[in-house]
């Protein structure tokens, strides 16, 4: 059965269910339905009957469209200015899944050993850190850097790593099947025994990094800049532009079973 309330409530839903993930238009809402209800009960206790109670209670509001919409913009507006700084702290074996951190600052911090699957790290920052044995599986990390870094077995699969720097890290044995390589780098990193099998790197860029064991086998690789050591990587079945082959080769890498397109 439904409240003599109830109507009031209604009301107001429909003119906030479009900035209802809003938390300043949320308290605004319960406060207003208060009023609202303390202004319905003042009316009937007048005399009047429910139906014109009702009308003369949402009346008293006016339109107040314009001030919700100007306070979901301004709830927004700090939300994105609101940044994580998790410098400095003891994060192992978090689990951080799904967890908007974007432009996040994670400087000299232990966050190894933790989850951070399917989050939002983009932008974001990581400093001399110790991540290793993280999981960043279909984690958002276009834009980000990773500076001085340990992030040996790290997972990387189905990951975001477009324009992702990475310097100075430890990468051996990280995993980044499926992940997205657009204009990616890697610099003075090890990467050995890191697999890039099959996938596809676009304006990456790999200097002074190791890469004894390396695999890029079926590999499609397009303006690939390398500047370092090569002969212990593998190009079994890459293919590769002009450009990219003549770089390997001058580096002495194997391209006997590599080819160009």
């Not at 429909?14 to 207003?32: A, C, M, Q, T």
């Not at 951190?101 to 911090?109: E, M, N, V, W, Y």
């Not at 790290?121 to 500076?147: E, H, P, Q, V």
């Amino acid at each position: 059965m439904k409240s003599k309330h109830d109507n009031l409530a209604g009301y107001l839903e429909d003119i906030f269910k479009p900035y209802e993930n809003s938390p300043g238009v949320k308290d605004l809402r319960e406060e207003l339905l208060h009023n609202l209800i303390d202004r319905y009960d003042d009316l009937i206790a007048e005399g009047q009957d429910q139906e014109s109670a009702f009308l003369r209670t949402v009346s008293s509001l006016g339109d107040i469209s314009e001030l919700v919409e100007s306070i979901s913009e301004k709830s927004e507006e700090l939300r994105s200015r609101f940044t994580w700084d998790l410098s400095r702290s003891s994060l192992a074996e978090s689990k951080l899944d799904s967890t908007d951190l974007k432009s996040g600052k994670i400087h000299a911090s232990n966050l190894s050993d933790s989850d951070l699957h399917d989050s939002d790290l983009s932008g974001s920052s990581f400093k001399s850190s110790d991540l290793k044995n993280n999981n960043f599986a279909n984690a958002n990390l276009s834009g980000a850097s990773f500076k001085s870094c340990e992030l040996a077995h790290c997972s990387f699969d189905g990951a975001n790593l477009t324009a992702c720097t990475f310097k100075s890290s430890n990468l051996k044995g990280a995993s980044v099947k499926d992940a997205q390589l657009e204009g990616t780098s890697f610099s003075a990193c090890e990467l050995s025994g890191v697999r890039f099998d099959g996938m596809t790197l676009n304006n990456v860029t790999i200097k002074n990094s190791a890469l004894r064991g390396t695999s890029f086998k079926n590999a499609t690789l397009r303006h690939v800049v390398f500047k370092c050591k090569v002969k212990h990587a593998i190009f079994n079945g890459a293919r590769m532009d002009k450009v990219t082959y003549a770089l390997l080769k001058g580096y002495q890498a194997d391209l006997s079973e590599a080819t160009i397109f």
